[in-house]
């Protein structure tokens, strides 16, 4: 692959060590070969420790004349403010008073906020590109969704776990993630991430999508609705979390696995937990459920007679005794 140091182009490639936006005109290092795979000059040797070395010299110097970054942004905030909104995210009269406070102020995104509140959403896509990298925290959009101005679900992605600890802190530090409602951790969480989740999301959190491991039992967050999980293969039931005292108020489970079925020893232990106990909805799909997994479910199905609604993906054979068993209740029935 032919490697380069090169100015970016556009301000659309993204760091793929820390994430974050590489500035359009600023040094970035990588190639466009086969998949396209940048980084700051200051996050290479970490990024591409191999690939880099030749260039170290060369991006020294560029560093020592030119950041490869914008400083993080030290506009003043309204904490108080943030956590009031935080409480009672989705009503009205408390969205107006935020956003009075921001204009007040002179924060650019009051302006975005009061746009969309006023039905002008064309208007305010256009202000909020103008001071997108302010708003983002310099962070990648396509890590973030927004509904009206507001962050509401981010994603965060490395291999590094220390590395998702700082991108957290980025997430978690940002005023317009202040309503933040899903977080997205697509591998195995350790101990240290989930503390920071449990230490530092704001109270508007309703939704966790991640990897399954022994670190969830670690999860204290009240507040939250709705669990995600991938469940790798040979996983182990985390008893604490199944056992719902940190997530007192869960009533969406949802598990897949991608062809790697639970075992019967996973799915009893589930089933006859006290977080399913009180579910409202419970989805197990996606190559969740075996033959012998659907067969447990069958076994333990009087436990789950208080769920609203559920989901399984089972193979035909079972198929029928789940649809007869849990008719009127089934929201989701295939392979």
Known sequence: MSYRIERAKTGRSSC???????????????????????????????????????????????????????????????????RLLATSPDDPAARQVFIDKLLEAGDPWGEVLALYASGEDARARKLFKKHQADLTGGMAPKLFEWEDGFLVDALVESQSQAQLGEQLDRVFGLRTACVLRNLRIPIVPDEALIRQVSE???????????????????????G????????????????????????????????????SPLSPE?????????????????????????????????????????????WFEVPNAQKGAIAKRFQGRLRGLGE
């Not at 469940?231 to 985390?238: G, N, T």
């Open 224 to 259: 939250l609705d709705t669990l995600v999980f991938f469940v790798p293969a040979r996983s182990v039931p985390p008893e604490r979390l199944f056992s719902g005292v940190g997530v007192p108020d869960v009533r969406t489970l949802e598990m897949f696995s991608n062809n």
């Open 200 to 222: 530092r999301a704001p109270a508007s959190l309703r939704g966790l999508f991640s990897h399954l491991g022994p670190a969830l039992d670690h999860l204290d967050r009240p």
């Open 16 to 82: 793929r060590h820390c994430g974050m936006v590489i500035a359009a005109g600023a040094w970035r290092f990588g190639q466009t070969e086969e998949v396209s795979r940048w980084f700051h000059l200051g996050c290479a040797s970490a990024g591409a420790p191999r690939a880099f070395a030749p260039f170290r010299a060369e991006a020294a110097a560029k560093l020592a004349a030119e950041p490869d970054r914008e400083p993080a942004s030290t506009r003043p905030r309204d904490r108080e403010a943030e």
């Open 266 to 310: 996973f799915l009893r232990s589930l089933l006859r937990s006290p977080l399913v106990a009180r579910l409202s909805r419970l989805g197990l799909f996606q190559g969740a459920l075996s033959s012998q997994g659907a067969d447990v479910v069958l076994e333990e199905a009087d436990r789950l007679d208080g769920i609203e609604s559920v």
